[in-house]
């Protein structure tokens, strides 16, 4: 009788046991998780306003049109280059706001942008993104990705309000799909002085 309540107490502390080390099994994978989530935070910084302070597209390495609706040119998207920073800036104009923004910087290579079978962007899958308060109208990324001369290409996606809702991309070719979704090529050779080739991603 002694022997059978012995089995049922170690069988007790076995079973209270494993169920210890799972808790912290799954604490310790809740804690990596949260580490993976806060070094991606780290490598980009995103900043927003109400008013752009620097409309002169003159002082910016790389410029092209943001385009809300496939039609109305509706603000700009601005390349520029700092040693090893590159800063993405959205600027609408008018009454033109930017609820959110996604972003996608590639090396130009060959299925190096996130697509579906029918060559549609997976915006979901875009490297960079943000939601932005009311009323803003300037977004920038400010990004650490080490040696960026040389010639990048962007997805620069945005959610826009104004007349109307609107999807909006800065102004590029398109990636071949039944959206009218586009992307753009930036030579950055001229922006920073350098000659060394474009990241790998």
């Known amino acids: 009788m002694k022997n059978i309540a012995k089995a049922s107490f170690l069988s007790l502390g076995l079973l209270l046991l494993g169920c210890n080390l799972e808790s ?16 991606k935070k780290e490598s980009f910084e995103v900043t927003e306003s109400n008013g ?16 809300a609706g496939q039609h109305h040119e509706i603000g700009t998207v601005t390349i ?19 609820n959110a923004t996604h972003l996608h910087i590639t090396n130009c290579e060959e299925d190096s942008f996130p697509l579906t079978g ?6 979901g899958h875009f490297e960079y993104a ?17 040696e960026i001369t040389g010639e990048l290409c962007f997805a620069a996606h945005a959610e826009v ?6 999807t909006a991309w ?17 030579d950055l050779t001229d922006c920073d002085g350098g000659d060394t080739p474009p990241p790998a991603f």
């Open 24 to 39: 912290i099994e799954e604490t310790d994978s809740h804690l990596l998780t949260e580490k993976k989530s806060s070094n």
């Open 52 to 67: 752009s302070t620097d409309d002169n597209s003159g002082e910016h390495c790389h410029t092209v049109n943001l385009i």
């Open 80 to 98: 520029d280059v700092e040693g090893d920073i590159l800063t993405v800036t959205y600027t609408t104009d008018g009454d033109w706001v930017l």
């Open 118 to 123: 029918a060559n549609n962007p997976k915006i």
């Open 130 to 146: 943000s939601e932005h308060e009311d009323g803003t109208t300037q977004v920038s990324y400010t990004i650490d990705i080490g």
């Open 161 to 166: 309000d104004g007349p109307s809702e609107e």
């Open 170 to 186: 800065a102004e590029g070719e398109d990636f071949g799909g039944n959206s009218w979704a586009m992307y753009f090529e930036a």
